[in-house]
């Protein structure tokens, strides 16, 4: 059974499904609510572990209520948690999300009060016995510590380039061996929207593959062997909720390549994964399973 180790944010996400504010000033009355784990990492590491892999996660929490709800729902759904560092006098990550017409969503953020952004404590020993290691820029001291421990061990390392407050490092782009943007997070790091110039622009000078998720348009990469724009199409659905997908894909994308699958074999199994969990509600609990990522993709070639 391949293991990815996952690196990076846990956060508890607060869903709310509701009609978008039309404007800034202005009340709305949710239809739903529902508290979800939620985080790029983290949401990543239960997508490896209902797929069918082993899933480990080293983050840190605050020692707060949140903290032990989202740590426990973790360990529930199998994910490794030994590695989570709960600190004292410190706030967990929680997240405000309105989900509107078609999964389109709207979140707040807050990312953390008093977390202690030192990585030395991390077991960096362990990535040279596991399959993949996945990381987000959230916590960049520690992604830049698995990135540098798994090149030197040769061990695939996946960054989920996602946007955030600022662009992501470079330093994490060129340690990668997959560096997979989500769209707003290319455009971002490379100040072009065009996605085959923005591909090019971010590749340049490095050795990774580099990739690019891009919602309903699907996922596209290229690398030093294939230099022009390889493309996969999302998966036919309608889309109900989003909020989670790009963490799935990753996810997906870092256990297939973890198991030794190709780039192109790994983005159809976690395209089709990331969609299948957004033609559903439910959060976490509607990661699709290894053989119905299977299915799907068996009755799409026969299609």
């Known amino acids: 059974m391949a293991e990815v180790i996952c690196v990076g944010v846990a956060v508890l996400d607060h869903v709310f499904e509701a009609d978008l504010p039309a404007s800034s000033d202005s009340k709305t009355f949710a239809r739903t609510y529902a508290q979800f784990g939620g985080g790029m990492a983290a949401t990543a590491s239960v997508a490896v572990a209902r797929l069918g892999g082993k899933a480990a996660l080293w983050s840190r929490l605050g020692n707060d209520d949140t903290g032990e709800y989202i740590r426990s729902d973790l360990a529930r759904r199998g994910v490794q948690t030994e590695h989570i560092r709960q600190i004292d006098g410190a706030r967990s990550p929680v997240s405000s999300v309105v989900i509107g017409d078609k999964g389109v969503r709207q979140a707040t953020v807050f990312p953390r009060q008093n977390l202690d952004n030192n990585a030395d404590w991390l077991p960096l020993e362990r990535i040279s016995e596991t399959?993949?290691?996945?990381?987000?820029?959230?916590?960049?001291?520690?992604?830049?510590?698995?990135?540098?421990?798994?090149?030197?061990?040769?061990?695939?390392?996946?960054?989920?380039?996602?946007?955030?407050?600022?662009?992501?490092?470079?330093?994490?782009?060129?340690?990668?061996?997959?560096?997979?943007?989500?769209?707003?997070?290319?455009?971002?790091?490379?100040?072009?929207?065009?996605?085959?110039?923005?591909?090019?622009?971010?590749?340049?000078?490095?050795?990774?593959?580099?990739?690019?998720?891009?919602?309903?348009?699907?996922?596209?990469?290229?690398?030093?062997?294939?230099?022009?724009?390889?493309?996969?199409?999302?998966?036919?659905?309608?889309?109900?909720?989003?909020?989670?997908?790009?963490?799935?894909?990753?996810?997906?994308?870092?256990?297939?390549?973890?198991?030794?699958?190709?780039v192109e074999n790994a983005g159809r199994f976690a395209t089709t994964a990331a969609g299948l969990i957004s033609a559903r509600n439910g959060g976490r609990d509607t990661i699709p399973s290894r053989s119905e990522v299977w299915d799907r993709l068996a009755s799409e070639t026969e299609a």
């Open 131 to 262: 399959s993949a290691v996945l990381v987000d820029p959230r916590w960049p001291e520690a992604a830049m510590a698995a990135l540098e421990r798994a090149h030197l061990n040769r061990i695939p390392a996946i960054l989920d380039a996602d946007i955030g407050p600022d662009p992501v490092p470079r330093e994490l782009v060129e340690l990668s061996s997959h560096a997979i943007f989500s769209l707003p997070g290319l455009i971002q790091y490379t100040g072009t929207k065009d996605i085959a110039p923005a591909l090019a622009k971010a590749r340049d000078g490095i050795e990774a593959i580099v990739g690019v998720t891009a919602g309903p348009d699907g996922f596209y990469w290229m690398s030093e062997e294939e230099p022009e724009v390889r493309h996969i199409p999302a998966l036919a659905i309608e889309a109900v909720d989003t909020l989670g997908a790009g963490d799935v894909f990753h996810g997906a994308f870092s256990l297939a390549i973890g198991e030794g699958k190709s």
